[in-house]
C-alpha cells in the first residue's frame, strides 16, 4: 500500500514564524501535491511537482513556496505565517509526470493553527 | 476553464436508505477522467473510482455503484442500503488530457451523514 506520511497532525505557530510543513512517499511517484482544506471551499490546490525541484503553482500559491530536493520528499513553507493561514493542510502523490490520470494518495492531513 | 459541481453541500438519511450523490461536469477536453473520493472522519482521503471519457459503462463495487453519463456531462455515485460507516465526505474530481496543475479540478465536496 502506498503510504503518504505528514510529519505533523497538528500544529500551533505564531503569526510571523516560518513554518515548514513535511511531506514522504514511499511508492516512487512522480507527483506530488500540496492542498488546504477549508470549510465550504473544498480542496484548493497550492503547489504540484511533478519531479524533483520540479513545481508549478496550484490555485492559491500566494504566501507559500515549496521544495523538492528528493523524490519521496515534498515540503510545503510558509514564509511568514498568518492568521488567514490556518487550515488543514493535505498532501497526496500519485505516478505519472505532469499527467494526472493517475489516483492521488493522500496523507492524514495537518491541521495548522496560526495565532 | 474546466469546471466540477457538487450541488449537495450536505445529506442526512437514515442507515439502510440508499442515497445518490450528484457531480456535474464542465471541460471542453474530449479525454478526460472522472475520480470520486472518500474522505472519512479520521481526514484522509482515499481514491474510491477512476473513469475515463471513452467508457460510459456503469460500475458496480458491492453497495457503491457509478452512473456517468456523458450527455448530461454527470457523473454520480449511489450507495445502497447505507451504513453509519458511510459517513463521510465525499469528493468528485476531474482530469482533462492537459496535463498539469490546470488540469485537475475538485468539487467542493457533498457531507454525506447516515443515522442510525
Known amino acids: 500500500d502506498v503510504k503518504v506520511t505528514q510529519s505533523s497532525r497538528y500544529l500551533v505557530k505564531r503569526t510571523g514564524e516560518k513554518v515548514f510543513l513535511e511531506c514522504v512517499q514511499d511508492?516512487?511517484?512522480?507527483?506530488m501535491f500540496w492542498y488546504r482544506q477549508d470549510p465550504g471551499l473544498g480542496l484548493r490546490l497550492i503547489y504540484f511537482?511533478?519531479?524533483?525541484?520540479?513545481?508549478e503553482k496550484g490555485d492559491i500559491p500566494e504566501g507559500y513556496s515549496v521544495s523538492r530536493e528528493k523524490k519521496e520528499r515534498f515540503s510545503l513553507i510558509l514564509e511568514s505565517a498568518s492568521t488567514n493561514q490556518t487550515s488543514m493542510y493535505l498532501c497526496?502523490?500519485?505516478?505519472?509526470?505532469?499527467?494526472?490520470?493517475?489516483?492521488?494518495?493522500f496523507g492524514n492531513g495537518t491541521r495548522l493553527t496560526v495565532t | 476553464a474546466q469546471k466540477v459541481t457538487q450541488a449537495q453541500t450536505e445529506i442526512s438519511v437514515v442507515e439502510k436508505e440508499d442515497v445518490t450523490l450528484d457531480c456535474v461536469y464542465e471541460?471542453?477536453?474530449?479525454?478526460?477522467?472522472l475520480f470520486w473520493y472518500k474522505q472519512p472522519p479520521s481526514g484522509e482521503l482515499v481514491f474510491l473510482i477512476r473513469?475515463?471519457?471513452?467508457?460510459?459503462q456503469n460500475e458496480i463495487s458491492g453497495r457503491y455503484s457509478w452512473n456517468f453519463q456523458k450527455s448530461t456531462s454527470s457523473f454520480n455515485f449511489t450507495i445502497t442500503a447505507s451504513q453509519v460507516v458511510d459517513s463521510a465526505v465525499y469528493f468528485c474530481?476531474?482530469?482533462?488530457?492537459?496535463?498539469?496543475?490546470?488540469?485537475?479540478?475538485f468539487g467542493k465536496g457533498t457531507h454525506l451523514i447516515i443515522q442510525p
Open positions: 511508492m516512487d511517484h512522480e507527483n
Open positions: 511537482s511533478y519531479d524533483v525541484k520540479m513545481k
Open positions: 497526496a502523490s500519485s505516478f505519472g509526470g505532469m499527467t494526472l490520470n493517475s489516483p492521488l494518495h
Open positions: 473513469r475515463n471519457s471513452f467508457d460510459e
Open positions: 471541460t471542453r477536453d474530449t479525454t478526460y477522467y
Open positions: 474530481a476531474l482530469v482533462n488530457s492537459g496535463g498539469g496543475a490546470d488540469g485537475l479540478t
